[in-house]
């Protein structure tokens, strides 16, 4: 059956998972079948009065849930923590989600919720990514965290991209709540990547109108570069566009970092960017 949803009805819909309760975030709209993600789940139905209500008793559950898995956990001696308890709409499944530093035995945890819970149990093992996707959180930007409003996939993220965006390399600025690399040093780098193919990086050797220098700051996006026109320190400093520069030597990305990064450049002291 299809229905005319808007912005902030509430819906029943299927899910890999079960029936779920939902939000309508987006109205209907037409979506080119390359933009599809396949195998799409049908809307059950508008939800009712009485799924709004089953909804917040589902709530009150996994709370309680939480707390006895809590006592299960510490009566097992299991290093693990909990994150997260969700049920499906219909309680056909009680999912718990953890974080461990390492594997986890935790068979006799489920036989253990199964007799309390009478439902099918099943327990996850989350990364910090993971983590911070499902609780949730503000970024230094001060906007809500991308992984839990719209990214649904992790890619992998490298140092590399915060070099090539000139960013200062101190892991404490491009970490994100998770303590890894920040997702959204993604978004711009293939930009930059462009626009630094044709910006002499910090650190080359150039020929310009006023005799030969070198690149002490370079902006990929506006084109602008600052060259010290001599090998002293307190040689003058003049600025160019991209365009009236030929380079004679042209240096790498590690280079050009070494010159503009500002703490610990170390990627031995950095995040991990790899996904989970």
């Given at each position: 059956m299809d229905y005319v949803l808007n912005e902030g009805?509430?819906?029943?819909?299927?899910?890999?998972?079960?029936?779920?309760?939902?939000?309508?975030?987006?109205?209907?709209?037409?979506?080119?079948?390359?933009?599809?993600?396949?195998p799409l789940r049908p809307v059950i139905r508008i939800a009712t009065e009485e799924d709004a209500q089953k909804h917040e008793q589902n709530i009150k559950r996994e709370r309680e849930a939480f707390d006895i898995c809590c006592e299960k956990i510490a009566a097992h001696g299991l290093d693990m923590k909990l994150i997260d308890v969700e049920y499906t709409f219909d309680n056909s499944k009680l999912m718990f989600y953890f974080s461990a530093e390492g594997r986890v035995d935790f068979r006799e945890l489920v036989k253990d919720l199964a007799s309390v819970f009478r439902t099918r149990i099943e327990l996850r093992q989350i990364g910090v990514r993971d983590e911070a996707k499902l609780l949730g959180g503000l970024g230094v930007c001060g906007r809500p965290l991308c992984c839990a409003t719209f990214l649904y996939d992790f890619a992998q993220v490298s140092i590399r991209m915060a070099k090539e965006q000139n960013l200062s390399l101190n892991s404490t600025k491009i970490s994100g709540a998770c303590g890894r690399l920040m997702c959204c040093l993604r978004y711009e780098c293939e930009t930059y990547e462009e626009e630094g193919r044709r910006t002499p990086r910090p650190n080359s050797i150039v020929r310009t109108k006023e005799g030969i220098g070198v690149v002490i700051e370079s902006q990929p996006l506006s084109g602008i570069i600052k060259v010290r026109l001599g090998e002293d320190e307190t040689a003058p400093v003049k600025v160019f566009n991209r365009d009236e520069v030929e380079v004679i030597k042209s240096a790498g990305i590690d280079e050009a970092s070494e010159s503009t990064s500002n703490g610990n450049t170390s990627d031995d002291n950095l995040p991990d960017g790899e996904p989970l």
């Open positions: 009805d509430h819906v029943i819909v299927e899910t890999a998972r079960g029936l779920e309760y939902g939000v309508v975030v987006l109205s209907n709209r037409y979506v080119p079948a390359q933009s599809l993600v396949a």
